[in-house]
């Protein structure tokens, strides 16, 4: 693969929880900006610009789309980027006589006073301290990066934003406005000179699962052949029957429309521990990981999963790091098996998984173990900074480089794995309470991360259609059709038995 370093990446992400995980990972991206020397392609993810003042600088490839009450006290004109001339709330088309309204106004988050100050070291974030995605966003995006939707847009009758078809609601509202296409996402793709592809971050399981749906069929009308991978994040605070039929449209509806489905629960599931500790199973992996309660707290460990599984997309290819294209990764996927499961191995000293895939929860702190470890079809696995991966037969053991080897340790011929000696750089802004194993005073983690394919899937699908098909709207047949094929797809000559009991419960 050949100069895969100049392919640019373009990143959307859609609401609310999108956003949360977006902070996180551009915070991520800019700390790599500030290094003096770094294994990091900083032209995947941004590009040159100039700020007001003609000085040069780098904006992230990113569109951003939200409720405006969402973006805290983030505006589309800052101070690196604010010209009074574009800036529509500093012009009055209407001549003197105007008797303004203006918002309450947000305080500005101590943190953010603390970045702007130069402040060295501030004090930590606390769980429960933020409110807004923008309290502890490092990063000024251009005003081209932001769309700030108005709530009038869908929920004019006090209506929740919690179905699929309030969020088609929402994409049809904006159209009238502007084409999306066009507006927001074309200046984006034309700035790229060879683009590996599109980085969709969107929550399903609401009414951005809708949104994502009709802005999706939007883009690839025009960019049929470009690989995009969807992230789609579920949270377990909305673990309800609307919420399973959320995820099941979005599953049905979009797949096919993407290179690789990503669900991504805010809560994970946890492998077995190989030596639990004496007092039980579940406490060993509650030292281990703590995702905490908060949008904040919860999307951090998401942002680090996916920064990353990601991460030899934009690495140079020096210091220990292996570079892949978006696509290199997603050819290790057997199509139409593109449902992928997303996961951390995080305990260097036992083999802790934290499987990532949706899954019915109590939406406590400490999540559930995973009963049982699925049949492993294709894995992708990447490995950062001093990261052994383990050699006691998870999903993530040693490292072989031959078939023979392979069979050795009874992987799967679909098994790719990358290597980086960069370490995940633990920022301020950063919950440190999330990786209690870890010492308080440490720089970085190393860690290993992973996409993979098994049955699970495919018990998924049939758990959404128990749960969901008495509630279908209009396109109910169709979702049904679908999950049936996809569960058709993940269990059909792989001796999987016929049976969903790890999703069962009262429906």
Known sequence: MDDVSRHEVVTIQLGEQANFLGSHFWNTQDHYLTQAESSIDHNVHWKETRDVNRQETCKPRVLIIDFKSKFGKLRKYNELYHDSSQDPSSSNPWGSNVVTQ??????????IQQLNNQVANPPPLQEGEIRYWSDYAHVF?????????????????????????SGQDLFRNLTRQNDPWDEYLRPLVEQCNQM????????VNDGWGGFTNLFLESAMEEMTKTQTWLWALSMTAQNNTRSKVNQAQAVTHMRDMTSLYIPMTDCPLYSPEEDPPAHGGNQGMRRTLHVGRDSWSR???????????????????????????MSDIAQQFTQPRNVIEPRLQINRRRDVGVNYFPYDST??????????????????EVSRGGYELPTNGSHMPVRPTSAEEKKQHNISEHLKRYHSDLEFPLLPSFPTAIYPTEPRD????????????TAL????????????????????????????RMWDEYTDNKGVEDSDSFFDDDY
């Open 102 to 111: 203006t918002e309450a106004s947000i305080p500005q988050h101590r943190y």
């Open 363 to 380: 939406g406590d702190d400490t999540c559930e173990a995973l009963p049982e470890e699925p049949a492993l079809w294709a894995d992708v």
């Open 196 to 203: 590996q592809g599109l980085q969709i971050v969107s929550s």
């Open 299 to 325: 999307s951090a460990v998401q942002a680090s999963l996916m920064e990353t599984v990601t991460l030899p997309t934009r690495t140079r290819g020096v210091s220990g790091d292996v570079q892949a294209s």
């Open 442 to 453: 440490r720089a970085g983690l190393a860690f290993a991360a992973a996409l993979q394919t």
């Open 141 to 165: 995006y251009h005003p081209s990066s932001t769309v700030q939707m108005p709530e009038s847009f869908t929920e004019p009758d006090g209506r929740a934003f919690d179905t699929w078809d």
């Open 457 to 484: 899937p495919g018990r998924w699908s049939r758990y959404l259609l128990k749960r969901s098909q008495r509630h279908m709207g209009e396109d109910g047949e169709d979702v049904k059709e679908g999950l049936n």
